[in-house]
């Protein structure tokens, strides 16, 4: 018989993010509380006031979104949801696309657009600075440096605490630190994408937090990438590195989409089997049976990928 020990979100550790914060390794991403193709309200809003309700219920500090995921939406959500916010409640949106229609995007961080998109998101989430403001993409037209630039300058005004980055290269990277300081960095990265590799090592070289979209894959299932013998940790470490979380870097955060509208999913597992070569195994101190190996469920607040 299968052992389970359930973990909440803080099971996976914390992280700085810039000298002021530390949020939980389990952050939420917001984005699929919006309508289909990221466009307007959702099915049922009352189960997805609920979904954001969960999260924090069951430990998540660390929320992350954006003014065009809905456009609008998202973040007007989350301020009905969780508005008066907890004290340790860390808020990362961003900022420098454009939403024709569903499913459409387009690029404008120009200076303007982001001062703009700055204020909407301010009176959206209700608040007088947001914690970590990023920007959402390189334009293809604005200088990047010039986008930066803007970012700082709303930095000096108090309006925002922290920059990160999103959708960038090192150089991209490089680029921004000898203008501001940037204390994170948001890419796609998965169990089936690791084309960021490189930028998750240079981020934990230079204490810089990377925030992973698309953490689990974007609905394509952990079997057809990851086969169990690539997630059995030895000595409790899983090699290699998966999306759930990384025991061996302090800048690494996981920040899953909700998958679906409904409270019911908001809590589901990600689950692995451990398993060890000795007589008997522990986990937080707790020893289990090696004749029933115990399963680590870590409560994540999105989404189900089973690992057996």
Same mark, same amino acid.
């Given at each position: 018989?299968?052992?389970?020990?359930?973990?909440?979100?803080?099971?996976?550790?914390?992280?700085?993010?810039?000298?002021?914060?530390?949020?939980?390794?389990?952050?939420?991403?917001?984005?699929?509380?919006?309508? &289909?193709?990221?466009?307007? %309200?959702?099915?049922?809003?009352? #189960? *997805? +006031? =609920?979904? /954001? !309700?969960?999260?924090?219920? @069951?430990?998540?500090?660390?929320?992350?979104?954006?003014?065009?995921?809905?456009?609008?939406?998202?973040?007007?959500?989350?301020?009905?949801?969780?508005?008066?916010?907890?004290?340790?409640?860390?808020?990362?949106?961003?900022?420098?696309?454009?939403?024709?229609?569903?499913?459409?995007?387009?690029?404008?961080?120009?200076?303007?657009?982001?001062?703009?998109?700055?204020?909407?998101?301010?009176?959206?989430?209700?608040?007088?600075?947001?914690?970590?403001?990023?920007?959402?993409? &390189?334009?293809?037209?604005? %200088?990047?440096?010039?986008?930066? #630039? *803007? +970012? =700082?300058? /709303? !930095?000096?005004?108090?309006? @925002?605490?922290?920059?990160?980055?999103?959708?960038?290269?090192?150089?991209?990277?490089?680029?921004?630190?000898?203008?501001?300081?940037?204390?994170?960095?948001?890419?796609?990265?998965?169990?089936?994408?690791?084309?960021?590799?490189?930028?998750?090592?240079?981020?934990?070289?230079?204490?810089?937090?990377?925030?992973?979209?698309?953490?689990?894959?974007?609905?394509?299932?952990?079997?057809?990438?990851?086969?169990?013998?690539?997630?059995?940790?030895?000595?409790?470490?899983?090699? &290699?590195?998966?999306?759930?979380?990384?025991?061996?870097?302090?800048?690494?955060?996981?920040?899953?989409?909700?998958?679906?509208?409904?409270?019911?999913?908001?809590?589901?597992?990600?689950?692995?089997?451990?398993?060890?070569?000795?007589?008997?195994?522990?986990?937080?101190?707790?020893?289990?049976?090696?004749?029933?190996?115990?399963?680590?469920?870590?409560?994540?607040?999105?989404?189900?990928?089973?690992?057996?």
């Amino acid at each position: 018989m299968t052992q389970q020990l359930v973990l909440p979100a803080a099971a996976a550790g914390a992280i700085a993010s810039g000298d002021d914060l530390r949020v939980n390794r389990m952050g939420y991403g917001a984005m699929r509380i919006t309508g &289909p193709g990221v466009w307007g %309200p959702p099915p049922d809003k009352q #189960e *997805a +006031l =609920a979904t /954001l !309700r969960k999260a924090l219920e @069951i430990g998540v500090n660390l929320i992350d979104t954006a003014d065009s995921y809905g456009p609008a939406t998202s973040e007007e959500l989350i301020a009905e949801a969780l508005y008066p916010y907890p004290a340790n409640l860390v808020i990362a949106t961003k900022g420098g696309w454009e939403r024709p229609g569903p499913n459409q995007w387009t690029h404008n961080s120009s200076p303007k657009h982001l001062f703009e998109a700055l204020e909407g998101s301010l009176k959206r989430l209700r608040l007088e600075r947001i914690d970590i403001y990023q920007l959402h993409a &390189p334009d293809n037209v604005i %200088p990047f440096e010039v986008s930066v #630039e *803007a +970012l =700082a300058r /709303l !930095r000096n005004q108090g309006k @925002i605490r922290h920059i990160g980055l999103s959708n960038v290269t090192r150089e991209h990277v490089e680029r921004a630190r000898k203008i501001v300081p940037i204390v994170s960095v948001q890419n796609r990265y998965s169990f089936a994408d690791r084309e960021s590799d490189f930028i998750v090592d240079y981020c934990e070289a230079n204490g810089i937090a990377f925030f992973p979209w698309a953490p689990l894959g974007q609905a394509r299932a952990a079997h057809e990438a990851v086969v169990l013998a690539d997630i059995v940790p030895r000595r409790g470490r899983a090699e &290699p590195r998966t999306m759930v979380q990384d025991s061996g870097t302090p800048v690494y955060e996981s920040v899953p989409a909700a998958a679906t509208h409904s409270a019911e999913n908001v809590a589901p597992q990600f689950t692995a089997t451990f398993t060890e070569d000795k007589a008997g195994f522990y986990i937080n101190g707790e020893k289990f049976d090696m004749d029933a190996p115990p399963m680590l469920t870590v409560d994540i607040g999105s989404i189900s990928i089973g690992a057996s």
